[in-house]
């Protein structure tokens, strides 16, 4: 495979990495902290109603910071489609870009940010009691919350820039390493066909 390709494709990946890590925290941060794994999911009975996560939603801007998150996934995905093209063809000219960027045009079109909402309420309600609802509702209402909120689709952009090229710098190592391990892997199956759910190739018969 190409190593265009092969970049191309580790690029993906670490933009989602990241982009999980990312909204992971944020949507961290807005819960109630807990002393250990298994405590901090709230009893059902305390738990936030589907109208307590639906209007904490609205008050949050959630499908504003939805469409920023979005956005700043195409934008590094793009910037890695560039970089990992240009390394291979220096000379490419602009019109050789924009059609590369036109391949990525109607991929985003399965993301349906409802449904992504719909998903989500119900893990708020595991980790949100009642009143944390209420105090989250009250704080992202107030001017301090809708100001940081008002700013959080730029963090989320620089944020996410920034991590992006961290990762980036450590790009061939990781490219390296992920490629030695997949040989690794290759190998190891071809040995042991059985892990595959396939029959061990018999050897043919020597005629006499």
Request: aromatic share 8%; glycine share 4%.
């Amino acid at each position: 495979m190409p190593t265009s390709y092969s970049g191309l494709t580790m690029r993906k990946r670490i933009a989602f990495a990241f982009l999980f890590l990312l909204t992971s925290t944020l949507f961290a941060q807005q819960s109630t902290a807990r002393n250990s794994p298994n405590s901090s999911i709230v009893p059902k009975e305390e738990q936030a109603s589907r109208e307590d996560v639906v209007a904490l939603m609205d008050v949050m801007h959630s499908r504003r910071q939805v469409v920023a998150v979005i956005d700043m996934m195409k934008e590094q995905m793009l910037n890695g489609m560039h970089q990992s093209f240009l390394r291979e063809h220096p000379n490419a000219s602009p019109e050789a870009l924009k059609k590369l960027d036109a391949t990525m045009e109607g991929a985003w079109k399965f993301i349906n940010i409802d449904e992504l909402t719909e998903a989500s309420i119900p893990v708020y309600q595991k980790y949100l009691s009642h009143e944390d609802a209420l105090a989250l509702i009250a704080f992202y209402s107030s001017p301090t919350g809708q100001r940081f909120l008002d700013r959080m689709p730029s963090l989320v952009k620089e944020a996410g820039a920034a991590g992006a090229k961290v990762m980036q710098g450590h790009l061939d190592e990781i490219q390296a390493i992920s490629k030695q391990r997949f040989q690794e892997f290759l190998a190891y199956v071809k040995a042991h066909p059985e892990e595959l759910g396939e029959a061990p190739k018999q050897e043919p018969a020597k005629s006499k």
